[in-house]
């Protein structure tokens, strides 16, 4: 029996070392993601009803319904998430990850990432900055104008640009891994990449000079603008890894504020969840963690995909934002070893002599060496309409992989 | 005694930390360079004749009279060369550097940097980009064609975009630092950091889509494009070091392929020179140490301002350009720290705890220890013509600072 695991879980993360996931387009969400309907809003993590949802979650889903047009004010909206006409659903279930929130409406722009090894896709928003921003809850007026923006200008530029080329996010993934970022909470150098990758394209197109302008200066004032791309990379990879018979490696790991969910290769589309933790970390002048929201959002697809905390030995630089020392980050990448089936020579990090990140966590490791996997995150306000309010590390609870070793041994009778 | 030199390296080195080097714009040489006439090439390192230069250095000084059509081959260039009719100096004695043979002719461009605090200015060419180039010693037609884009394209472009505003070049470094680079042999952040900058300022111009679109692939193309904005910025803060009375610390290190030379703050213009050092490193396919010229360029003032070998531990990726282990990165700015006088807090390390770049060689303590400073390098074919071959590392030589120290003893008494 073991030796069936090995194996299963040998070919599952093959499939994520051979994935080559490239930025094919973007479209409007309801164009492009599978299932996605007019009254579909998505969000981060495992299910979740609306009256269970975080702070947060209440907020950007407002913020996404005045951005709609379906709501003049929170209250509004409110009412209308309440009358049960909008269906919520689990970005994940719609090959799509969300940061934080991780809110997606039927306009949204929508990157496609295209895994040309296989053929799968998968989909993201555009990354809109950090603070009060609507996938932290956010939801006033300069929010919904800068989606609008973003919308209007930032979308039909980006969707032209694509057009002339598709832009390798392997690639600029390992590059920006010697450059000091983990591609979670860190994607300066990424971002300084895709901006060098875009700019040639968007100067083929007809645009005008002032409208590429606009764009690079958005894209070069947010250092966080590629995790909305490394998140559908890392998605685009990791569904390779789903529905292998016997595999016990982790597909996928997701909060909504108020559960952590993590799904098992071989255990199909069930969710296995525990309490969302609260995160220690660095604030915001002003704020502290009891404002603070359990863990939330899709991004620790960048983890269960061998980035993030899985490859903070890339990123010393991090700690500034996060907290920690330069060593805790060394150590933090040597600790998920311990719970991985192997390395990822494409993703290499200087530090470790070069050795590949860790990628794909198995679940039985996780339970033998009591071991949970290391996350870089971000921190939202408890409260809806404020925001961001700071960064932090946070693990995985031990309850998750519990309770779904539990249904392995069920199914498979070990 | 010892007190007026401590005094005098406090304020030799709070001098580097203090300066504010920016990128003010972009001139040709004979309009900008002091001491530049029709009849003047300058060359990296120390003075040096006609007859006692390296090959490669030959090879760079005949390509830049045929591209000042001065020449019509190697020959023709010889001949003049040795006619007397030129005169060979020094960059750094025109505020100036050059990487690797360093050559600079009067119509080449140049860029000019601007140490805001101190008003004072350094010069540097445009980085042509590795291999056959002509600063390693090539000279063919295309090496030639390539400068003439630069100067026709390239260099209009970057002048009028430097119209807009200056770039900050501090700024970009401290960043690079973060980022992997050490801003000697590795600049892939610093080159990315900068072409987001200059790209905003060239959507600002006239100048036509296409135009722009080929100035961002010549820059994205060359990760060593930063190289010479590094080079003339880290020149700008240690020419404020010179001349302080007493004080002993290296305001230069310089090499022609002949010889190694360093300048001592308290001891004038004066050169202490000894033969240059061979480098060991990695050699492109096909070449061996055999081939290789010793170690040759001005490129060792980012040494000297605390940057290239002094700061290997913010950059592991590079040995893999240049040899060594990223534990021998770490340990090569740790050892670096027992012969400089402080930390530059604005070019800090994340991997050492966020410690700043060892800052201000002291002779006396490279003398009391025996240790010398540690630098990275680019390694030349031997022979004009062929260009670069491999990178490397390599030490300055003892002698240089034995020859200093003698010459300070002499001029204080000490």
């Not at 990157?111 to 799968?120: A, P, R, S």
């Not at 990090?349 to 996997?373: A, C, Q, S």
């Amino acid at each position: 029996m073991i030796d069936k695991i090995k194996e299963a879980n040998k070919i599952a993360v093959e499939r994520i070392l051979k994935s080559k996931p490239v930025l094919v387009g973007i479209g409007r969400a309801i164009e492009v993601i599978p299932g996605m309907d007019d009254n579909t809003i998505l969000h981060a993590g495992p299910p979740i009803s609306w009256d269970r949802m975080c702070g947060p979650m209440k907020g950007a889903i407002a913020g996404a319904l005045i951005y709609e047009g379906r709501a003049e004010s929170y209250k509004d909206a409110v009412k209308l998430a309440e009358s049960g006409e909008i269906k919520f659903e689990p970005c994940h279930h719609h090959s799509t990850v969300g940061p934080m929130t991780g809110v997606v409406s039927p306009s949204m722009p929508v990157f496609i990432i295209e895994n040309e090894t296989y053929g799968n896709r998968a989909f993201c928003t555009m990354n809109e900055g950090l603070g009060k921003v609507l996938r932290f809850g956010a939801y006033s007026e300069d929010v919904i104008e800068r989606l609008k923006w973003m919308e209007k200008t930032l979308y039909p530029a980006l969707k032209e640009a694509l057009k002339i080329a598709k832009i390798d996010l392997k690639q600029i993934i390992a590059k920006a891994l010697h450059m000091g970022d983990e591609c979670h909470n860190r994607n300066v150098a990424a971002t300084s990449l895709f901006l060098s990758e875009i700019i040639s394209l968007l100067l083929c197109t007809t645009l005008e000079k002032k409208v590429i302008n606009d764009v690079v200066r958005f894209i070069k004032g947010n250092p966080h603008f590629f995790l909305n791309l490394s998140m559908p990379t890392c998605k685009s990879m990791a569904d390779q890894m789903a529905g292998i018979e016997y595999s016990t490696i982790v597909t996928a790991m997701a909060r909504n504020g108020v559960e952590f969910g993590i799904r098992i290769s071989s255990l199909g589309d069930e969710w296995f969840t525990a309490p969302a933790p609260m995160p220690k970390g660095l604030y915001f002048p002003g704020y502290s963690e009891k404002d603070a929201n359990p863990d939330l959002g899709d991004s620790t697809i960048t983890e269960t995909a061998g980035l993030g905390g899985f490859a903070m030995a890339a990123a010393p630089a991090i700690v500034q934002f996060t907290g920690g020392s330069p060593k805790d980050a060394l150590n933090a990448t040597r600790e998920m070893r311990e719970i991985t089936v192997t390395e990822n020579p494409s993703f290499s990090i200087p530090m470790l002599d070069f050795r590949g990140t860790p990628t794909g966590i198995d679940l039985l490791k996780v339970v033998e060496t009591g071991i949970t996997p290391r996350i870089n995150t971000g921190i939202a306000h408890k409260e809806p309409g404020i925001g961001q309010i700071g960064a932090g590390l946070v693990r995985a609870p031990m309850e998750c992989f519990k309770k779904a070793i539990k249904r392995y041994v069920e199914k498979t009778g070990v």
